[in-house]
């Protein structure tokens, strides 16, 4: 199974707080994640990746946990801030170097 | 420096119709495909390109045809166009492919599409 599941499809979080996004995936031979941030009227643009050799990556308010076990990875925005306000997208890359695409997650972040 | 550009950003079309959506990356990147998004299923790759001349489908490529006659441009027609393929159509550019070195692939600001 190539899916990658993306929860939840969309998020409301107060400004200030920390904003998580889950995604699970099936394929063991997935060896790269990253995680596309996108703006209203404009195309994805990536935030942050990481690889299955390590279970964390930061990087300013944003951080991605791995567990790889588990086969789940999830982002962290820290300090959630309205400029935040985004669809994400997390993907897994298989072997034939395709991104495999999450559904999506609208998050809203309140003033 | 524009990165990636597409053209049409909107377009409606009557079913039966044809047209084409061209995609001008200036990054001298190898790699070039097209999507289309629709709400509540993420991305979905319809052709990409590994290089001038080359094309491959992708999960969705039915009802598509592309071309890639200049490392710059990439092509998406549509020869029929049905209200399915109504949807928002994103090109991307990477280099040397997804995951690889920089693993980043670049967008346009998309294509929006409406066929009735």
């Known amino acids: 199974q190539q899916q990658v599941k993306q929860s939840p499809q969309s998020l409301i979080v107060q400004k200030g707080g920390i904003s998580i996004i889950n995604c699970a995936y099936e394929n063991t031979a997935f060896d790269y994640f990253p995680w596309y941030q996108q703006f209203p009227g404009k195309g994805p643009a990536l935030l942050i990746a990481i690889r299955p050799d390590v279970s964390e990556k930061k990087e300013g308010r944003f951080t991605i946990s791995f567990n790889k076990s588990a086969k789940q990875f999830s982002l962290h925005i820290m300090d959630s801030q309205p400029g935040d306000s985004a669809t994400y997208f997390c993907a897994g890359e298989d072997s034939n170097y395709q991104l495999i695409w999450g559904a999506g997650t609208k998050l809203i972040i309140k003033p | 420096n524009a990165g990636v550009t597409q053209t049409p950003k909107f377009r409606v079309l009557k079913t039966g119709q044809s047209m084409t959506l061209l995609c001008a990356q200036d990054?001298?990147?190898?790699?070039m495909y097209w999507y289309r998004q629709d709400p509540g299923m993420g991305l979905r790759l319809i052709h990409y390109?590994?290089?001038?001349?080359t094309t491959a489908k992708g999960e969705v490529p039915d009802g598509y045809n592309v071309s890639r006659l200049k490392k710059q441009n990439f092509l998406l027609g549509l020869e029929s166009a049905a209200p399915s393929q109504t949807s928002v159509y994103f090109c991307a550019s990477s280099y040397w492919g997804e995951g690889l070195d920089t693993g980043e692939l670049f967008f346009g600001e998309g294509s929006r599409l409406t066929v009735l």
């Open positions: 990054m001298n990147h190898e790699y």
């Open positions: 390109s590994v290089g001038e001349g």
